[in-house]
């Protein structure tokens, strides 16, 4: 039984590594029409306690390379009890040539945050820009000429890693390379719903017409992007925007971050569950839904067998050792040639496997180049990520499901 549902999944995983690879020869290169007229844009920090990075943030959005009188910034303070009230005054009062808001506000979260924002906004189009990130000067400017389509409803950023400390985050840099090449594949297609607070752009006319951020959602960027889709619009990466963000680099904040994550994913297929094998939503609905389901159960159905599997073997192991004389030296230090370990492998199971993997390091190594991402081939990290990265990723799942069975209280 365990071999046949390994073989499944292995299966599974080849047909969908080929499906996406397919569209990588099938995404179109379209040259967009000159913008003749550059529209106002608010660009929007919402900040709680941010004083160590919100100076940086402040400092790139001033930095854009757009015309100062046509953007605004506002920022709104969710109820900080550190520096950041005072950090941001000074930064408006050492430049006060450009357009600078600072709202206030009792500790409602960030969806709440951007709410207030919005009801001030002056712009045609509305960015949220997270307080822990910095954009490129040449990030909004290139965003803007895709709205000249009418059922473009947002326009996201290729996401960058900017601290590199350990090992934690080397993962995620990895992971933020491949996410940011398969939402430019998803966009291609019309199954993107995901507008990540490091920088992505809307039309402000349809944030408040579809009734603008829920407060009382973990996600608001991921349920923003879903009901703009529910609402027939579609979403697009820029792959020219790039933007920069701080990720966890300690196990404790990466698992806050994903279990918060993960339980937002739960709430917002569940809530919208009725775009599931809609054909309203064509793809969307058809594919990339159900895809998104099917995923997790593949990694914690994958994790869980090989996770009984190693440990049946090392329980296996260690009485053998402890009965059998000689039994744990002969075998730690005899190493099976390789025709003895090409014999030992399951090839309904190691070949779609090894295809797979194959077309994997194709993949990784085309996600570096179409970001323009330097290729760094940090032998650790690149196994960590492939090999140790799914258990953590499977146990912020697990994490995240018992929170939600157990109804335990949701944090921003």
Known sequence: MKQIILWLISFISLYFTIVWLFFVFLE????????????????????????????QTLTSLIQVNYPRNKYEIIVVNDGSTDNTPSLVRAFMNQHPQYHITFLHQKNKGKAAALNHALDRAQGTFFACVDADSTIDKEALLPMIPHFQDEKIGAVISVIKVKNMKNIYTRMQR??????????????SIQTLAMTPGVLSLYRTEVLRKIGKFSEQNMTEDFEIALRLKYHGYHILLEPKSVTYTTVPSTFSKLTQQRVRWFRGFINNHLQYRSMFFNKQYHAFGFFQLPLNVLGVLVLLTTTFILSL?????????????????????????????????????????????????????????RAHREIKEKLILFPFSIWSYFVVFPYLTAYHWFSAITQEILRMKKKW
């Open 28 to 55: 179109e290169k379209k040259n967009l029409p000159h913008q003749k007229k550059i529209p106002f844009v608010t660009l929007t920090i919402p900040a709680y306690n941010e004083g160590k990075t919100i100076l």
């Open 174 to 187: 990895i992971e933020y390379v491949i996410s940011s090449f398969t939402r430019r594949l998803m966009a």
């Open 309 to 365: 599997s190693m440990l049946s073997e090392a329980y296996e192991f260690s009485m053998r050792s402890i009965l059998i004389p000689d039994y744990f030296l002969s075998h730690v230090f005899t190493f099976p040639s390789w025709k003895e370990f090409f014999l030992g492998q399951d090839l309904q199971i190691m070949l779609p496997i090894a295809i797979a993997s194959l077309l994997g390091v194709y993949f990784f190594y």
